[in-house]
């Protein structure tokens, strides 16, 4: 989900800019003036400001020229800048310290989510897709998975997991050494990167590596037999899928 930096002094609208972007379905934060914009854009580097020019504190433009000075060579979030008016001193200042654009007060709502669409699409072209395909867990280049344990982070071989399996809260992961490593977050953190390393979900409670199935034992659901001597649930609803996956 990407994240939009509201910074807007006046609470009505700042509220009403929140609202708009979270019914559009966007992750929103916001700040009431340039000074606490700019310790959130330090801490949570947003995807995109959308920022007021004359607040207290700290006004827009000051702000950006902060972030400017800051990040310096870093990637800036794109910044849109929200202004009662346009004089062209105003945009000739903005556009030197590298602002994306201007929406005019009162605003409409689809022309400023229109103006966020577009600033994002090209935020995502110039860092090459990353955040939307970059792998969960940055040790997938490495053909292991990064498992935080009692003893540290532990470096594994996806050939070597067996299948991870949930227990409320915690997970459990099933080596091939017949040892386990259970940990302290659930499961669903690490379907993601799982599912793209040759493991298929074949219960909400299991995720298993297909590399390691023995056989496929018959039921209603249905069972699968690794190769550590384990036996897995199969639901009703991933049956057929498990099925194809193994007809392959």
């Known amino acids: 989900m990407e994240k939009i930096l509201i910074v807007e002094d006046e609470i009505g609208i700042r509220e009403t800019l929140e609202e708009i972007f979270e019914l559009a379905g966007y992750d929103v934060s916001s700040a009431k003036d340039g000074k606490e914009g700019y310790q959130h854009i330090i801490d949570d ?15 827009g433009f000051e702000l950006l020229g902060a972030i400017n000075e800051r990040l310096k060579d870093s990637l800036i979030p794109p910044f849109l800048f929200l202004t009662a008016k346009v004089e062209p001193k105003d945009i000739r200042t903005g556009m030197s310290l590298g602002a994306d654009d201007y929406i005019l007060k009162p605003f409409d709502h689809n022309e400023l989510l229109n103006a966020v669409r577009l600033r994002l699409e090209k935020r995502k072209k110039l860092l090459g ?7 969960v867990n940055p040790s997938a280049s490495l053909g292991k998975l990064a498992i935080p344990s009692d003893s540290g982070l532990q470096m594994v071989s996806f050939s070597e997991l067996i299948y991870c399996e949930a227990e409320r809260a915690y997970c459990r992961f099933h080596l091939a050494s017949k040892k386990t490593i259970l940990v302290s977050k659930s499961m ?9 390393n040759n493991f298929l979900k074949v219960h ?11 056989k496929y034992l018959r039921g209603s659901g249905g069972q699968v037999l690794m190769t550590d001597g384990s036996i897995v649930p199969v639901s009703i609803r991933k049956k057929e899928q498990l099925l194809k996956v193994l007809k392959q």
Do not use: G
């Open 204 to 214: 909400k409670s299991n995720i298993v590596n297909i590399q390691h199935i023995d």
């Open 129 to 135: 897709n990353s955040k939307t395909e970059a792998p």
């Open 45 to 59: 580097t947003p995807d995109i400001v959308v920022c007021d020019v004359s607040m207290p504190e700290m006004n």
């Open 188 to 196: 669903k953190e690490f379907e993601d990167i799982l599912t793209r």
